[in-house]
């Protein structure tokens, strides 16, 4: 017997003729199906998974397909950010295409930020754009990289260098799915649960911290309270800013650091996966801020006392192997996106849910924090 969904929060994406709904709730896979044929008029799709993900979740969502008369293929993608590249790209978009799909079907992403963001660029190139759904199965993707329609791969020179905004047509996170993950995935997700407290949300942040996380990473709960919140911050955020000219560079609270660490272990998830590096990008922030004089030193020992609470890493001590020399992260830092002209860009704070975009950081600044930080 297929059970049905308890209940399911949604979330709506307000972009006019492009809005969509989140929706968010245990056991919504099995009706998967049916909500992508309310959401879209489509007659085929390509499911886009990783070899782990497909293991625990394809067949339900195959099924629930079936169910709704949506033709349905299937490719497999081996798990990891290396499948965020070039090669993977080339071979989702042969697919598409070899599945005879047309501009008005889809492509399903069911997996994680990885599959996620490839998938979404896949959908956004094959036949100049198709449909897109995302089914994110991570809680990293339930509650940012799912959300936003930012996709993309990855260069050999730096993270998410070559992508595109193409949002997806509806979000389908099933809150269960995240059961079958990994301790250390729960936590490198819930880094990214955190960032919406730090960015502007102080209560959410005292609501994390007062014990709220238990229940997340357990399956309480505050599980769907949680996605939902971190959905609708960012909701607001991307409705406000889709393509990134303002605001939604808020989001990037601790990814400037974080990334240029990913970047120094090779991208290697045995070392270090995204939201380690976002766990130590925004301890780093808030210490960064504190030594620019911006909030009291209160503020960053908050932040890293949770985060340590939660068993996530905090210092550049923390990355395995070691993290590289402070000369090596600024240089990481500078092949980011997020450098303008040269300038480089970092979401700082005035205190827990007060960052600010901070624009013209000097880059000597910088360095001396780095050898503090490494000392
Ligand atoms: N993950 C950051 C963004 O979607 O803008």
């Known amino acids: 017997m297929i059970a049905t969904a308890q209940t399911t929060r949604t979330v709506k994406v307000d972009l006019a003729g492009r809005s969509y709904d989140i929706l968010i709730g245990r056991n919504l896979l099995p009706g998967a199906g049916e909500a992508i044929a309310s959401a879209m008029k489509i007659r085929g799709c390509l499911i886009v998974t990783d070899a782990i993900v497909a293991g625990h979740h394809l067949a339900t969502l195959e099924a629930s397909l079936g169910a709704a008369g949506i033709a349905h293929a299937s ?3 081996p798990a990891g950010e290396k499948t965020k590249s070039w090669p993977f790209l080339e071979q ?3 697919a598409i295409l070899a599945n005879r799909l047309e501009r008005g079907d889809a492509v399903v992403a069911l997996g994680g930020g990885v599959i996620g963001d490839l998938a979404g660029f896949a959908s956004a190139i094959a036949r100049r754009g198709m449909r897109f759904v995302q089914v994110p199965t991570s809680l990293l993707a339930q509650v940012d990289s799912s959300v936003g329609g930012k996709t993309g791969i990855n260069s050999p020179v730096g993270k998410n260098l070559v992508g595109a905004f193409h949002q997806p047509g509806i979000v389908i996170a099933d809150t269960g799915l995240l059961d079958t993950l990994s301790p250390r995935e729960m936590k490198a997700g819930y880094a990214e649960v955190v960032k919406y407290g ?3 949300r102080p209560d959410f942040f005292e609501w994390l911290e007062a014990g709220a996380w238990r229940g997340i990473l357990a399956g309480g709960p505050e599980r769907e309270e949680a996605v939902a919140v971190a959905c609708s911050a960012k909701a607001a955020i991307v409705a406000r800013d889709e393509t990134e000219t303002g605001d939604r560079a808020l989001l990037n609270l601790g990814h400037t650091f974080g990334h240029a660490l990913e970047a120094l ?3 290697d998830g045995a070392r270090l996966v995204h939201g ?5 990008g925004m301890a780093m922030a808030h210490r960064f801020s504190q030594k620019l004089g911006l909030c009291s030193q209160e503020v960053p020992s908050r932040v890293a006392a949770h985060l340590q609470a939660v068993g996530l890493p905090t210092r550049l ?4 192997g070691g993290a590289g020399s402070p000369d090596a992260i600024l240089d990481a830092i500078r092949q980011d996106k997020k450098v303008s002209r040269g300038a480089l860009t970092f979401i700082l704070t005035r205190g827990i849910g007060r960052s600010f975009i901070a624009k013209d950081v000097s880059a000597e600044k910088v360095l001396d924090f780095l050898k503090e930080e490494a000392a």
Do not use: K, M
């Not at 380690?276 to 130590?280: F, T, Y």
């Open 265 to 267: 272990v090779q991208y």
């Open 317 to 320: 001590a923390d990355v395995p």
């Open 198 to 200: 730090l960015i502007d």
């Open 92 to 94: 989702t978009v042969e």
């Open 276 to 280: 380690e590096g976002v766990a130590i």
């Open 75 to 77: 490719l497999v993608l």
